[in-house]
């Protein structure tokens, strides 16, 4: 059963690695952000099932931190684009 | 009985894993950035709903389940609103 | 070879694929965002070595904190409008730079994969010391931390004050005393401040969790103290509240509240338990909650003001 978990993990970040190599590659700025909501989502996935499935005490807590990070990254990379239309900011 | 919860979780994380492979798929093969956008949000959160699902009836303790849903709920908020801000900076048009 | 492994091995590949991805990235946006990837990869790692407190630290600050922090220098500097390719070295330098990269990681290497089997280390020496004078915490890192180094962890706040000083010195000299400049623009979008109501309260119950569960489980001063930067931040930009003035009298106060209240419990350990640093057996526990919830003040308003960046006046230089 851990191991089917663990298997599940790592499709998962199979799938966030191959999502991240064309939003990373794409012609626009704006596929960054979506690289860190795709991080967001995966990686907590990722942390849930590694957290069911071994015996390391914690690692909720890092899910439940990454999933307070990954907005605040995706709201502060939108705000330093935004700023680039907008004459406002340092 | 055991059996079939080790049943329902295997069903639910399998799916949501099939859910987070399609949102990649959108990602990779859809034309334009709204539309790859959409990819992203729709399925990575059923990929992750259904991923918590399947995970829920593991946790010895109800404390943990509840850390899990609390995980699941923080999600479906950003994940909601970020949609929102990334859509209209796409819509206000970028280089 | 086990599924474990073979996810190990893929792991691996995957970071240092991210990592030579953050070095040959044409524009700085990209090279941020690909550091952040690195950062939570990173995390994935210490997870599977069985280190969930460094793997949060690396997830808050390295991923989070310092991506925004890099990534807001950047704009101020108009570095994203910058070719990075303009700056070219010499083939000369490029293969000396190369070369000595790839000497310093042999012979890395080498060490690592020559250690004896059980490698020397100083852990359990480190958890027996900490268990006695650090009475009653189950998390054995938080023990060495506050109690086997308190002084060395005293110091890294008084190394965070220092930056904070130095980021500040940074500013316009007829911008000294003002606060720094927003973070974003002055109406932000609805969802921004919908997101922002709902998430930092939360974020900030969330952070005060995992600074307070540091001591028996995973968490600690630092991790709490970085996600309440974070959610901090979070309410700055949905414009909630605004940032406060750097001469602000509680600013300063909260600034060196931590590493002050640190050194006091560490002197009077010096006349009521014997030594410098010393606590005494049966207030140990309380003391370093209440050190610890002074760092975390301390930490969460440097990282703030650390990506907040120097003040701002309109109209200075």
């Given at each position: 059963m851990n191991d089917?978990?663990?298997?599940?993990?790592?499709l998962i970040v199979f799938a966030?690695?191959?999502?991240?190599?064309?939003?990373?590659?794409?012609?626009?700025?704006?596929?960054?952000?979506?690289?860190?909501?795709?991080l967001g989502s995966g990686g907590i996935g990722t942390l849930l099932l590694i957290a069911s499935a071994t015996s390391v005490p914690g690692v909720g807590d890092v899910a439940l931190g990454l999933a307070?990070?990954?907005?605040?990254?995706?709201?502060?990379?939108?705000?330093?684009?935004?700023?680039d239309d907008a004459e406002a900011g340092p | 009985m055991s059996t079939a919860i080790d049943a329902f979780t295997i069903v639910c994380v399998a799916a949501g894993v099939f859910f987070y492979v399609a949102g990649t798929v959108g990602l990779l093969r859809f034309p334009d950035s709204p539309s790859r956008l959409h990819a992203l949000t729709k399925a990575d959160n059923l990929g992750l709903g259904l991923v918590a699902l399947g995970l829920l009836p593991r946790e010895p303790s109800v404390l943990g389940a509840l850390k899990i849903v609390v995980i699941w709920a923080l999600v479906m908020l950003s994940g909601a609103s970020t949609a929102q801000l990334i859509g209209r900076v796409l819509r206000r048009g970028r280089r | 070879m086990s599924i474990q492994t073979f996810l190990d091995i893929a792991l691996a590949l995957l970071v240092i694929g991210v990592a030579v991805w953050t070095i040959v990235a044409r524009d700085l946006f990209v090279a941020v965002v690909a550091y952040v990837v690195y950062g939570l990869f990173l995390a994935l790692v210490w997870i599977r070595m069985y280190a969930p407190d460094v793997a949060l630290t690396e997830a808050a600050v390295g991923g989070g904190v310092t991506g925004v922090l890099l990534v807001a220098a950047g704009k101020r500097l108009d570095m994203s409008a910058i070719d990075i390719d303009r700056q070219k070295p010499s083939t000369t330098l490029a293969i000396l730079a190369a070369g000595c990269s790839i000497l310093l990681a042999g012979v890395l290497m080498i060490v690592i994969l020559s250690l004896p089997a059980p490698a020397p280390t100083l852990a359990p020496q480190a958890a027996a010391a900490a268990s006695g004078p650090g009475a009653g915490l189950g998390n054995p890192i938080t023990a060495v931390l506050m109690s086997y180094r308190s002084f060395d962890t005293m110091l890294e706040k008084v190394v965070l004050i220092l930056a904070v000083v130095g980021v500040w010195s940074v500013g316009a000299d007829q911008a000294w005393g003002a606060a720094p400049a927003p973070f974003g623009p002055d109406r932000p979008y609805d969802a921004l401040v919908f997101l922002a109501k709902a998430l930092a309260p939360v974020?900030?119950?969330?952070?005060?969790?995992?600074?307070?569960?540091?001591?028996?489980?995973p968490g600690g001063a630092f991790q709490g103290g970085a996600l309440l930067a974070a959610m901090w931040m979070v309410a700055l930009m949905g414009r909630l509240i605004e940032l406060p003035r750097i001469d602000a009298r509680w600013l300063r106060l909260a600034l060196v509240a931590g590493p002050a209240v640190f050194l006091a419990v560490g002197i009077a350990g010096a006349m009521l338990a014997g030594s410098f640093f010393a606590y005494p057996s049966a207030f140990a526990k309380p003391l370093i909650?209440?050190?610890?919830?002074?760092m975390v003040l301390s930490i969460a308003v440097a990282l703030t003001m650390l990506v907040a960046g120097p003040p701002y006046r309109k109209g200075a230089p």
């Amino acid at each position: 059963m851990n191991d089917i978990l663990l298997t599940a993990a790592g499709l998962i970040v199979f799938a966030v690695a191959l999502g991240l190599a064309r939003v990373l590659r794409g012609a626009d700025d704006i596929d960054g952000l979506m690289a860190a909501q795709l991080l967001g989502s995966g990686g907590i996935g990722t942390l849930l099932l590694i957290a069911s499935a071994t015996s390391v005490p914690g690692v909720g807590d890092v899910a439940l931190g990454l999933a307070l990070l990954a907005p605040f990254a995706t709201i502060a990379f939108i705000n330093v684009l935004e700023s680039d239309d907008a004459e406002a900011g340092p | 009985m055991s059996t079939a919860i080790d049943a329902f979780t295997i069903v639910c994380v399998a799916a949501g894993v099939f859910f987070y492979v399609a949102g990649t798929v959108g990602l990779l093969r859809f034309p334009d950035s709204p539309s790859r956008l959409h990819a992203l949000t729709k399925a990575d959160n059923l990929g992750l709903g259904l991923v918590a699902l399947g995970l829920l009836p593991r946790e010895p303790s109800v404390l943990g389940a509840l850390k899990i849903v609390v995980i699941w709920a923080l999600v479906m908020l950003s994940g909601a609103s970020t949609a929102q801000l990334i859509g209209r900076v796409l819509r206000r048009g970028r280089r | 070879m086990s599924i474990q492994t073979f996810l190990d091995i893929a792991l691996a590949l995957l970071v240092i694929g991210v990592a030579v991805w953050t070095i040959v990235a044409r524009d700085l946006f990209v090279a941020v965002v690909a550091y952040v990837v690195y950062g939570l990869f990173l995390a994935l790692v210490w997870i599977r070595m069985y280190a969930p407190d460094v793997a949060l630290t690396e997830a808050a600050v390295g991923g989070g904190v310092t991506g925004v922090l890099l990534v807001a220098a950047g704009k101020r500097l108009d570095m994203s409008a910058i070719d990075i390719d303009r700056q070219k070295p010499s083939t000369t330098l490029a293969i000396l730079a190369a070369g000595c990269s790839i000497l310093l990681a042999g012979v890395l290497m080498i060490v690592i994969l020559s250690l004896p089997a059980p490698a020397p280390t100083l852990a359990p020496q480190a958890a027996a010391a900490a268990s006695g004078p650090g009475a009653g915490l189950g998390n054995p890192i938080t023990a060495v931390l506050m109690s086997y180094r308190s002084f060395d962890t005293m110091l890294e706040k008084v190394v965070l004050i220092l930056a904070v000083v130095g980021v500040w010195s940074v500013g316009a000299d007829q911008a000294w005393g003002a606060a720094p400049a927003p973070f974003g623009p002055d109406r932000p979008y609805d969802a921004l401040v919908f997101l922002a109501k709902a998430l930092a309260p939360v974020g900030a119950i969330i952070g005060f969790h995992i600074f307070w569960t540091g001591a028996d489980a995973p968490g600690g001063a630092f991790q709490g103290g970085a996600l309440l930067a974070a959610m901090w931040m979070v309410a700055l930009m949905g414009r909630l509240i605004e940032l406060p003035r750097i001469d602000a009298r509680w600013l300063r106060l909260a600034l060196v509240a931590g590493p002050a209240v640190f050194l006091a419990v560490g002197i009077a350990g010096a006349m009521l338990a014997g030594s410098f640093f010393a606590y005494p057996s049966a207030f140990a526990k309380p003391l370093i909650l209440s050190i610890e919830a002074f760092m975390v003040l301390s930490i969460a308003v440097a990282l703030t003001m650390l990506v907040a960046g120097p003040p701002y006046r309109k109209g200075a230089p």
